[in-house]
């Protein structure tokens, strides 16, 4: 079934996601049948000594052994990723941490947000940068922090702020943070293991010692093919996933906030004005971040572009959309006059 | 054997698609209320404001009794009201009369100058915006769940689980809108 509002919007790109996610332990597996091709092919791994089909069928049977072996060396790195990530994080963007006392309005928008969800507030970070940008890091209760550059804060209105703030807050609910970061993990793997088969290639490409197996060459084209498909699909996959929780984020805050149009308006002033820098996993946490080239950029982008996010939130949220944003004062403003009380 | 197996096997698929179905339906049904009780919410503030501005708006307009008594028992109609369809009238009604009283205070400089009015009129106008913004994601919600029920296969049992119907809209008056259909607003110079 299509979605047809915000809610079901939401469920059908969780559905994505679990999908997504579910690949990626059968790229890995797929890519360990790879490199066993090719490692028999170059005559390291015994083959049948018959046809092509049994030396193809002899390497499916040692998966048995080697899926394991390949679980633990994952569940070691994972340990170590995962823990690590935080404190990466936490180096690379020079964030400072606000309080309530130097920022109330800001930090009241987070706490009526949390407080609505039954969430303990994260820390509230302020990175004095004009990009227009946000995000949220975090594995668990205690840890989660969202961020915000100094030019969000001044550029956007009360009501928009509180609509990128539920985006990021619901990353935070829907443990974004985690599923990025095991989804980074396991492209690092695969990406580490495609590297370590060309790098392979590379050196016994001289060494002629295939003495034994007549299938070497369509053995270690196949293998290559493995490779290199499990290689890309791991990479597309990843941001694939991105983009559906970009999707879920903005409906979220749509959720929490009542508001489409602070929601589209907020894109509008972001759009063309997020470039912030950041490593690979960091950027993907982002409000917003497109790619600075161009060509196959659809596939290879954290996020959606803005315009289809705006259109979703269209379809699904019954929002309004503004049109691009030029820097005028007033933008938006037509629809959220909630500037003249002050929310105390 | 194999005839018992296929058996089997769509029996459980129909049973989770029933489930799934009837799960989703419980889930929508469940926001819609909740999003009515963000509307709630909104209400009973504007409520809470009236009686404060009638006494305002008396120190000032002494000739609008009528006006006044109209706003008065709005309310008291929108306190009392229980059921959706009763509040979506009250309040509608109470619009009206709210609408009307901003008309005739237009006649009265000192009102409008009082501080106490601009204060009370710029916090019922916030408030009129967020019962739009709740009204809109309500009547949102509620589209959701009845395209949802209405679906294929959903509609088949929807309607042995309590959802026999649609939810109703959150209309701004059907009232207004007949008279507006009947006599379209003119401009008179």
Same mark, same amino acid.
Request: charged share 20%; glycine share 8%; no cysteine.
């Given at each position: $079934?299509?979605?047809?509002?915000?809610?079901?919007?939401?469920?059908?790109?969780?559905?994505?996601?679990?999908?997504?996610?579910?690949?990626?332990?059968?790229?890995? !597996?797929?890519?360990?049948?790879?490199?066993?091709?090719?490692? $028999?092919?170059?005559?390291?791994?015994?083959?049948?000594?018959? +046809?092509?089909?049994?030396?193809? +069928?002899?390497?499916?049977?040692?998966?048995?052994?080697? !899926?394991?072996?390949?679980?633990?060396?994952?569940?070691?790195?994972?340990?170590?990723?995962?823990?690590?990530?935080?404190?990466?994080?936490?180096?690379?963007?020079? =964030?400072?941490?606000?309080?309530?006392?130097?920022?109330?309005?800001?930090?009241?928008?987070?706490?009526?947000?949390? !407080?609505?969800?039954?969430?303990? @507030?994260?820390?509230?970070?302020?990175?004095?940068?004009?990009?227009?940008?946000?995000?949220?890091?975090?594995?668990?209760?205690?840890?989660?922090?969202?961020?915000? @550059?100094?030019?969000?804060?001044?550029?956007?209105?009360?009501?928009?702020?509180?609509?990128?703030? =539920?985006?990021?807050?619901?990353?935070?609910?829907?443990?974004?943070?985690?599923?990025?970061?095991? /989804?980074?993990?396991? =492209?690092?793997?695969?990406?580490?293991? =495609?590297?370590?088969?060309?790098?392979?290639?590379?050196?016994?490409?001289?060494?002629?010692?295939?003495?034994?197996?007549?299938?070497? $060459?369509?053995?270690?084209?196949?293998?290559?093919?493995?490779?290199?498909?499990?290689?890309?699909? +791991?990479?597309?996959?990843?941001?694939?996933?991105?983009?559906?929780?970009?999707?879920?984020?903005?409906?979220?805050?749509?959720?929490?906030?009542?508001?489409?149009?602070?929601?589209?308006?907020?894109?509008?002033?972001?759009?063309?004005?997020?470039?912030?820098?950041?490593?690979?996993?960091?950027?993907?946490?982002?409000?917003?971040?497109?790619?600075?080239?161009?060509?196959?950029?659809?596939?290879? /982008?954290?996020?959606?572009?803005?315009?289809?996010?705006?259109?979703?939130?269209?379809?699904?949220?019954?929002?309004?959309?503004?049109?691009?944003?030029?820097?005028?004062? +007033?933008?938006?403003?037509?629809?959220?006059?909630?500037?003249?009380?002050?929310?105390? | 054997?194999?005839?018992?197996?296929?058996?089997?096997?769509?029996?459980?698929?129909?049973?989770?698609?029933?489930? &799934? #179905?009837?799960?989703?339906? %419980?889930?929508?049904?469940?926001?819609?209320?909740?999003?009515?009780?963000?509307? *709630?919410?909104?209400?009973?503030?504007?409520?809470?404001?009236?009686?404060?501005? %009638?006494?305002?708006?008396? #120190?000032?307009?002494?000739?609008?009794? &009528?006006?006044?008594?109209?706003?008065?028992?709005?309310?008291?109609?929108?306190? #009392?009201?229980?059921?959706?369809? *009763?509040?979506?009238?009250?309040?509608?009604?109470?619009?009206?009369?709210? #609408?009307?009283?901003?008309?005739?205070?237009?006649?009265?400089?000192?009102?409008?100058?009082?501080?106490?009015?601009?204060?009370?009129?710029?916090?019922?106008?916030?408030?009129?915006?967020?019962?739009?913004?709740?009204?809109?994601?309500?009547?949102?919600? %509620?589209?959701?769940?009845?395209?949802?029920?209405?679906?294929?296969?959903?509609?088949?049992?929807?309607?042995?689980? &309590?959802?026999?119907? *649609?939810?109703?809209?959150?209309?701004?008056?059907?009232?207004?809108?007949?008279?507006?259909?009947?006599?379209?607003?003119?401009?008179?110079?």
């Amino acid at each position: $079934m299509g979605a047809v509002g915000l809610q079901t919007h939401i469920w059908a790109n969780n559905t994505r996601s679990v999908i997504l996610l579910v690949t990626f332990p059968i790229l890995l !597996i797929g890519i360990i049948y790879g490199i066993q091709l090719i490692l $028999m092919g170059l005559g390291v791994l015994p083959g049948s000594g018959k +046809a092509l089909g049994d030396d193809m +069928a002899l390497a499916a049977s040692w998966l048995g052994a080697t !899926i394991p072996l390949a679980l633990v060396v994952a569940a070691v790195w994972f340990a170590i990723a995962y823990f690590g990530s935080q404190t990466m994080v936490d180096m690379l963007t020079g =964030a400072r941490k606000v309080e309530r006392r130097t920022e109330p309005e800001l930090y009241n928008l987070l706490e009526n947000l949390s !407080i609505s969800r039954g969430l303990r @507030t994260p820390t509230l970070r302020v990175i004095d940068n004009d990009s227009l940008n946000a995000f949220a890091t975090g594995l668990h209760e205690g840890q989660y922090s969202i961020t915000v @550059t100094r030019g969000l804060v001044q550029s956007l209105t009360r009501d928009e702020l509180e609509a990128v703030l =539920a985006h990021e807050l619901t990353h935070v609910i829907n443990k974004d943070v985690r599923t990025m970061v095991i /989804a980074s993990i396991f =492209a690092g793997i695969i990406s580490v293991l =495609a590297e370590l088969v060309f790098r392979a290639l590379l050196y016994s490409g001289g060494g002629r010692r295939r003495e034994d197996n007549k299938n070497a $060459m369509p053995l270690i084209l196949i293998g290559i093919a493995f490779a290199v498909v499990g290689f890309v699909l +791991a990479i597309v996959i990843r941001m694939m996933l991105s983009r559906t929780r970009e999707y879920v984020a903005d409906a979220g805050a749509v959720e929490l906030t009542k508001n489409p149009d602070a929601m589209i308006s907020a894109l509008r002033k972001v759009e063309g004005r997020s470039s912030l820098k950041g490593p690979d996993e960091l950027q993907q946490l982002f409000l917003d971040n497109q790619p600075d080239g161009v060509g196959l950029e659809g596939m290879f /982008a954290s996020h959606p572009p803005i315009q289809k996010r705006i259109d979703a939130l269209i379809r699904f949220g019954g929002g309004r959309d503004p049109g691009p944003w030029t820097g005028e004062e +007033a933008f938006g403003s037509s629809f959220s006059a909630s500037t003249s009380v002050p929310i105390t | 054997m194999i005839t018992w197996i296929i058996i089997g096997v769509v029996v459980l698929v129909l049973l989770f698609v029933v489930v &799934g #179905g009837y799960n989703k339906l %419980v889930a929508l049904d469940q926001r819609a209320d909740q999003s009515f009780a963000d509307i *709630d919410v909104q209400l009973k503030q504007r409520q809470d404001l009236i009686p404060n501005l %009638v006494e305002t708006v008396k #120190g000032y307009a002494t000739h609008e009794r &009528g006006t006044l008594d109209a706003v008065t028992q709005a309310r008291a109609a929108a306190a #009392g009201a229980t059921s959706v369809n *009763d509040k979506v009238q009250a309040e509608n009604m109470l619009t009206g009369a709210l #609408g009307r009283l901003f008309a005739v205070s237009e006649a009265y400089p000192d009102l409008k100058a009082n501080t106490n009015f601009q204060q009370l009129s710029a916090e019922l106008s916030d408030i009129e915006n967020k019962l739009a913004a709740a009204r809109r994601f309500f009547n949102n919600a %509620v589209g959701e769940f009845n395209a949802v029920r209405r679906q294929f296969p959903t509609v088949l049992f929807a309607g042995l689980f &309590g959802f026999a119907s *649609d939810k109703p809209f959150f209309d701004v008056g059907e009232g207004d809108r007949a008279a507006m259909n009947a006599a379209p607003p003119q401009v008179k110079f």
